[in-house]
């Protein structure tokens, strides 16, 4: 039997087809929330044209919204190099809570560095692939609100010309 994994997306994982593409084996399975921590964007990525991607540091007084995956090992090992761990983010077991009120023990992605006071704006794309993710699996209309809110990058000639098309 395949020892399947619980993986907790707040990013541009929120997007099934994104995981779907990357992670095949995996699963939705529920909405969930990580209490005492913040959504941040700690770090830029080529990936997204060289502008902010998400990451998560700690914060007493609020909570991160995203989705539970089911998957294999291997699969968490392939996002394993998607996320850049354990060189940019490590993998780390903590404990969310998830729409049916129950608490799952889940792997996450943080930021290997206190990268508290840095912001990178994201891109158009970014920010719309996390929006997209967190209205195909309903999160709260408040933190879709918080989402919407972020301030985003403005386009620039170095940016990637399918990014462009998608903006």
């Known amino acids: 039997m395949i020892k399947q994994e619980l993986y907790f997306a707040y990013g541009s994982n929120l997007s099934s087809e994104q ?3 990357r992670c095949p084996d995996s699963t939705p399975l529920d909405t969930a929330y990580l209490a005492g921590y913040e959504l941040c964007f700690p770090f830029s990525s080529a990936t997204w044209g060289g ?3 998400a990451g998560i540091q700690t914060h007493q007084d609020r909570n991160v919204y995203g989705v539970v995956y089911q998957m294999s ?3 968490l090992m392939i996002l394993d190099q998607y996320e850049g761990h354990p060189f940019k983010y490590c993998r780390k077991r903590l404990t969310v809570v998830t729409s049916k ?5 889940v792997w ?3 930021p290997m560095t206190d990268r508290s006071q840095d912001f990178f704006q994201p891109s158009r794309r970014y920010i719309a692939a996390i929006i997209r993710g967190a209205v195909e699996h309903d999160l709260p209309s408040k933190y879709l609100n918080f989402l919407e809110s972020i301030p985003i990058a403005s386009r620039s000639n170095n940016q990637h010309e399918s990014e462009l098309k998608d903006e």
């Open 108 to 110: 996450v992605y943080i």
């Open 101 to 105: 009120n129950d608490c799952r023990e």
């Open 51 to 53: 502008k902010g991607v």
């Open 19 to 21: 995981m779907l593409r």
């Open 73 to 75: 090992e291997q699969s």
